[in-house]
């Protein structure tokens, strides 16, 4: 590890509940004293399976969701339950990808409108928003026409690479990326993960990747951590946490996903048999 | 994942198989006639009325008493009412003291209910609870009881009792926009938003107000009406200011001289109808243009039907007949769908798919490549709009397209259905317990109907097969009570209980997680492997069909691009299309390497 | 269920408290001189004074309020200013008329409705299309006005039902059938093609959801599916839209009682509330809010019956 670079992010026991449902009802404990940290230009892969808490993290880390203990530091600087005014300094460097092609652009809105957002929140002349734009459309390799066009017109895949250039405008220093290749065919999939890839090596910038699927995982992530009922259970350099795992849960995790070649495919069921059994479900 | 750096070609576009209309409001309205005419009504109804003055020569209340009940004359078109007023001035002005007092009600409701459920919607919080503990109890006060009770104390004067009308009908467009805004609030975008350092003001303006305005202008035209009505009613029994003009109050009189002069009631009646029917017919047709995706899908009209039966039939005839599966069998199957405009769509362009018994076939393909219609056709279970336009599809050897729809349901009870999502796909109002054993107890494949015990033991021994581990309690759960997972083993239990030959699953684990995948598609072995059940599983995951299928069939744009026994079409596949498919899946051998600092880099470059 | 039904009870009586709290209030506010109402102009400075006394209203108004909750709570809700008969036996004279009307009018709404919007949700073509059309005619002119067609049309021309007048049920049964059926139509048509319009989109709507689908291949008949799982889920919504429809039926029957000259409530509180009979206002004021409140719970109850997730919330 070295040295001299200071993380990016860091993220220190932070422990996030919301509200139970119907009167009176407990609070619902979502992440548990997490702690993990993510280099300038470095992609940290979190990895969990539904209702693991690693959207949560994502969104306390982008002041969505607001914590009730520990620290989030950010350049430095403590950034958890920041007020707006200071959320609204950090958009500059921190930005965000969501899963949902379809959902995370507004159907109303032209593309061109919605790059323009961000850009117009931090006080760009129009003009030169603009120019961006353009420049945008062509780093995500879509057409400049686009910029006139409603969502509609676009493919998942396409959307995605939209709401990657809006990620962008502002040259963020951190991207946030919540399953944004899990709702694509497997085709696009490739695509939006090679584009992602090449934008971290031209411009620096870090990804906080959070994905159920580990395959994907290690193949954009430099390290990779584990998250199972709102705890960070495993950390580690990719190859080694997604080939030779400490934990059983990562590598029940490791296991059960199906990979293309049948008799390999045979093999991994057998080992997962084995180590893990069949177990009736309970809930 | 290959290392030659490939340029992304730009995809094609997905056609939307439901085309979304431009949210002009405008534009949808000049498309409808009746709205039209409804629109052009009104505007023609508030114009003659704001020109009074104009349009009548004489003051609603100059009486010239020995004209009582005259009828037409020159200069006073309508005749006199029942104290020589003249009739048209009355008319004229009354509709602007009618028109006028439902207008300040309903610019009080907007005032008060669009703000606070603005910010209840939004904010949420102690002001939503508040506000809508509020807006619970003035929506259970009768309005006509309020606006009595109101006359008592405020007196009579119609401007004042529309004021408080808008009291009491401020909180329907305060729930309305409160409902609206509320659901777009969750939006992704508008978080992306947020993430960009919009502010909240900027927010609502941008993203959240153009979702409230045509839901408002629909409740404005239904208000509207209402507040008329209301008034009209009012005055109508007497309540009312006295000596203004409305045309509540011009009923009044005519009903009660009916005898004398039964066309006094006719004008004001007219005036009031017409302007009360066009606006619901307004609203309703706003309402109808915006949505117009439910709007109804053309029929199949007999006829059509008859020469695509016969069409089918003349291509059934040139089907091979030989080397068909046993359990299933498919030839040229052909699917499309009826647009609302234009011509229909074909999605599934000739398919030829086979499963013998016993068999696990995998049906692989990205999303809009037909590989649901296919399965949907076999099972009968195409949605609205769609249907078999040519083809053949065996089951057990007895052909079920353009059969008598009983005898294609009895033949198709060989099968099982196993859907995607398993939430959505268990009725919320019956245990699990109760849905499940339902069809046994009507009857049963293999000898007589179950009843009701017989039925619970064997949809508890069900539930065991799919290793759930307290099948009792589940069997008394409701859908809500149990998590996805075991939901969509209770779905596996379900295509089970009717003793399939041929279980079809579409997508059966893509909602679910990685390791609960593994553990149904264990289960789906076994079932094979145990019961000698085959399978016919949907998916676009490459890894699925590895790890479970014989053989697989992959499709793409509604045809089938390439089949055979899986390993020998994963390891070395003939096609382009599934070569790419295979390459796309992210190669298990490549890692990122380690990070290093920028300057690290920057040295060894 | 229990429970959610203690809650909803607990709730139903902070409204009532409420609605009496406020409405007292806002009457009282009305600076409305009562003693000089019932004396006349020329009476006394003193005398109006001292009636005013002798009925209370010179007391604060929090006080003046206790009073009559106090009261209230023991049934008695006072005596009339203007007639000086009890409130209570006023009330309870004329209620039975607009029970008998409402209760009748509820009932026809409620199955006539139903049967229709589920005819047209399930049918749809030609059946559908008409009851889209009735509905919105039904919608579209104001109450009171079909009401003066249908007097005019039904008991003027062609005289097959009086105009006006009661005949108690206890009196003769085809007096009062024959008294109330005209009444009874006019006031349910708009809230019949509220019910049919809610219930047939909720058909439609449930019709087309997965879990029916699925069922479906389960090779349930075509009737099971209907009769078990389409209208059980689809009649919650319109169980809620009948609820809100008899706050509506309330102050349509005011006016219908009125126009028929039926001397049930409604009549009542055009009368006295001309006056500004404050004990008769806030008693009718009441009526009305328990009556809305009793609905409701029932309307609760059905849907906790029908929809098992609802008993959680």
Redesign the interface.
């Given at each position: 590890m070295?040295l001299?670079?200071e993380p990016l992010l860091r993220v220190d026991d932070l422990s996030v509940s919301f509200p139970g449902r119907?009167?009176r009802a407990p609070r619902n404990q979502v992440l548990r004293d997490v702690s993990l940290s993510i280099?300038?230009?470095?992609?940290l892969g979190l990895v969990g399976?539904?209702g693991s808490g690693k959207t949560t993290i994502g969104r306390a880390v982008?002041?969505?969701v607001p914590a009730d203990s520990g620290t989030i530091t950010f350049e430095g600087a403590e950034i958890q339950n920041a007020s707006?005014r200071d959320?609204?300094?950090?958009?500059?460097d921190?930005?965000?990808i969501?899963q949902?092609p379809y959902?995370?652009?507004?159907?109303?809105?032209t593309v061109g409108d919605?790059l323009m957002?961000?850009l117009l929140?931090?006080g760009e002349g129009r003009h030169r928003a603009s120019a961006r734009i353009a420049d945008l459309l062509d780093r995500v390799?879509?057409?400049r026409g686009a910029a006139g066009r409603l969502p509609?017109?676009?493919?998942?895949?396409?959307r995605q690479r939209i709401?990657i250039a809006?990620a962008l405008a502002?040259a963020p220093k951190l991207i946030v990326c919540d399953e944004p290749v899990s709702a694509l065919?497997?085709?696009?999939?490739?695509?939006v993960?090679?584009?992602l890839i090449e934008i971290q090596q031209a411009t620096?910038v870090a990804y906080l990747f959070i994905s159920?699927?580990?395959?994907?995982v290690?193949?954009?992530?430099?390290?990779v951590a584990v998250i199972y009922r709102g705890e960070i259970i495993e950390q580690g350099?990719?190859?080694q946490v997604?080939?030779r795992p400490e934990q059983a849960y990562t590598r029940?995790?490791l296991?059960?996903?199906?990979?293309?070649?049948?008799?390999a495919?045979r093999a991994r069921?057998e080992a997962?048999?084995r180590e893990f059994g069949?177990?009736?479900?309970?809930? | 994942m290959t290392q030659q750096a490939t340029v992304p070609t730009e995809e094609p576009r997905v056609a939307d198989a439901a085309a979304v209309k431009a949210p002009s409001v405008l534009g949808a309205l000049l498309s409808r006639p009746l709205a039209l005419t409804a629109a052009i009504v009104l505007v023609l109804i508030v114009l003659v009325v704001v020109c009074a003055p104009l349009l009548a020569p004489f003051g609603p209340n100059d009486a010239i008493p020995k004209n009582a009940f005259q009828g037409p004359q020159p200069g006073h078109p309508l005749g006199f009412d029942t104290a020589g007023r003249d009739v048209l001035a009355r008319l004229l002005y009354g509709g602007q003291n009618t028109l006028g007092g439902a207008v300040i009600a309903l610019l009080v409701a907007l005032v008060i209910g669009v703000p606070t459920g603005l910010l209840a919607g939004y904010y949420g919080g102690w002001f939503d609870s508040a506000s809508g503990w509020v807006t619970n109890f003035v929506m259970s006060l009768p309005a006509m009881i309020v606006l009595l009770a109101s006359r008592a104390v405020l007196g009579p004067t119609v401007w004042v009792l529309m004021i408080v009308l808008g009291f009491l009908v401020a909180p329907s467009f305060y729930r309305l926009v409160r409902g609206a805004v509320a659901a777009v609030r969750n939006e992704l975008y508008v978080d992306a938003a947020r993430v960009s350092g919009l502010p909240d003001w900027r927010i609502i303006g941008r993203h959240i107000l153009t979702v409230v305005r045509a839901p408002v202008i629909i409740q404005i035209a239904l208000v509207a009406g209402i507040a008329i009505g209301l008034q009209a009613g009012l005055e109508f029994i007497g309540i009312g200011s006295g000596n203004t003009p409305t045309w509540g109050a011009m009923l009044n009189e005519a009903f009660n001289n009916f005898n004398r002069a039964p066309l006094l009631l006719v004008w004001p009646g007219v005036a009031l109808g017409l302007t009360s029917a066009a606006l619901v017919l307004l609203a309703s047709g706003i309402r109808d243009a915006l949505d117009d995706r439910s709007g109804e899908m053309r029929r199949v009209t007999r006829r059509e039907r008859a020469t695509l039966a016969a069409g089918r039939a003349s291509e059934r005839s040139a089907i091979a007949g030989d080397g068909r599966g046993a359990l299933l069998s498919i030839r040229g199957l052909k699917v499309a769908y009826r647009k609302p405009t234009g011509p229909d769509v074909e999605v599934v362009h000739g398919v030829d798919l086979d499963v013998a018994p016993g068999q696990i076939v995998g049906l692989v393909g990205e999303s809009g490549s037909g590989k649901s219609q296919t399965a949907f056709s076999a099972l009968g279970i195409l949605p609205e709009g769609g249907y078999v336009a040519g083809g053949s599809i065996l089951i057990q050897g007895e052909e079920v397209i353009d059969v008598e729809p009983s005898t294609a349901a009895a033949r198709r009870r060989a099968l099982g259905y196993v859907p995607q999502e398993p939430m959505s796909n268990l009725d919320p109002s019956f245990t699990i317990g109760s849905q499940l054993s339902e069809p046994l107890r009507v009857r049963s494949r293999r000898g007589p109907r179950l009843t009701k015990a017989q039925a619970k033991a064997r949809v508890l021994e069900l539930l065991a097969a799919v290793e759930i581990a307290d099948p009792e309690r589940v069997y008394a759960s409701y859908p809500h009570e149990i998590s996805g997972g075991m939901a969509q083993r209770v779905l596996i239990a379900g295509a089970l209980s009717t003793d399939p030959d041929l279980i079809i699953a579409d997508e059966p684990t893509t909602a679910l997680d990685v390791t609960v995948q593994a553990e149904v598609l264990g289960i789906l072995r076994r079932l094979r492997d145990e019961r000698g059940v085959g399978v016919l599983i949907v998916t676009h995951n490459l890894g699925v069909i590895a790890d479970l299928c014989d053989r697989v069939a992959v499709m793409n744009d509604g045809r089938i691009v390439e089949r055979g026994e899986t390993e020998t079409l994963l390891l070395s596949p003939t096609e382009d299309y599934t070569r790419r498919l295979v390459a796309a899946v992210p190669d298990a051998d490549v890692v990122r390497e380690p990070w290093q600092p920028r300057a690290a880099t920057k040295e060894i470059a | 269920m229990v429970i959610f039904l203690a809650r909803r009870i607990g709730a139903s009586i902070v409204l009532l408290f409420v609605t009496s709290l406020v409405t007292f209030l806002l009457l009282s506010l009305s600076g409305q001189d009562v003693g000089r109402q019932l004396l006349g102009l020329n009476a006394s400075q003193a005398a109006i004074d001292a009636k005013n006394a002798a009925l209370g209203v010179d007391r604060p108004i929090l006080v003046q309020y206790g009073d009559w909750l106090t009261r209230a709570l023991r049934g008695d809700l006072g005596r009339s200013w203007f007639s000086s008969e009890y409130v209570t036996t006023a009330i309870a004279g004329r209620l039975p008329v607009t029970l008998s009307l409402m209760v009748g009018v509820t009932l026809v709404t409620a199955v006539v409705g139903y049967l229709l919007g589920v005819w047209a949700g399930i049918r749809r073509g030609a059946v559908d299309r008409f009851v889209q059309i009735f509905s919105v005619a039904g919608y579209a002119l104001p109450g009171f006005l079909v009401t003066i067609v249908i007097v005019i049309v039904f008991a003027v021309q062609l005289r097959w039902f009086p105009a006006i007048g009661y005949i108690p049920i206890t009196q003769s049964f085809s007096g009062w059938l024959s008294t109330i059926t005209l009444p009874a139509i006019s006031l349910s048509i708009a809230a019949v093609a509220g019910i049919a319009q809610q219930v047939r989109s909720s058909v439609i709507e449930v019709a087309r959801s997965d879990y029916i689908r699925t069922l479906a291949t389960r090779g349930l008949p075509h009737r099971n599916i209907l009769f078990r799982h389409v209208l059980r889920n689809a009649s919650a919504p319109a169980l809620t839209v009948l609820g809100m429809q008899f706050v509506g039926l309330l102050g349509g029957a005011v006016i219908v009682e009125q126009i028929f000259g039926l001397p049930g409530i409604g009549s009542m509180a055009i009368q006295y509330t001309t006056q500004g009979d404050i004990p008769i206002i806030m008693g009718l004021v009441m009526l009305s809010a328990i009556g809305v409140v009793i609905v409701n719970l029932l309307v609760d109850l059905g849907i906790g019956w029908l929809l098992p997730k609802a008993r959680t919330s």
């Open positions: 070295n001299e670079s119907g009167f280099r300038p230009g470095e992609t399976e539904s982008l002041g969505l707006r959320r609204r300094r950090l958009s500059r921190m930005q965000v969501f949902d959902t995370s652009l507004n159907p109303s809105m919605t957002e961000p929140a931090q390799r879509l057409p509609r017109e676009f493919s998942g895949g396409q709401a809006r502002l065919d497997l085709t696009t999939q490739e695509t993960l090679e584009l620096d159920h699927d580990l395959t994907v290690r193949h954009i992530s430099h390290r350099d990719a190859a997604t080939e029940k995790l296991l059960a996903a199906p990979v293309v070649d049948p008799a495919q069921r997962f048999e069949r177990t009736a479900v309970v809930r | - | -």
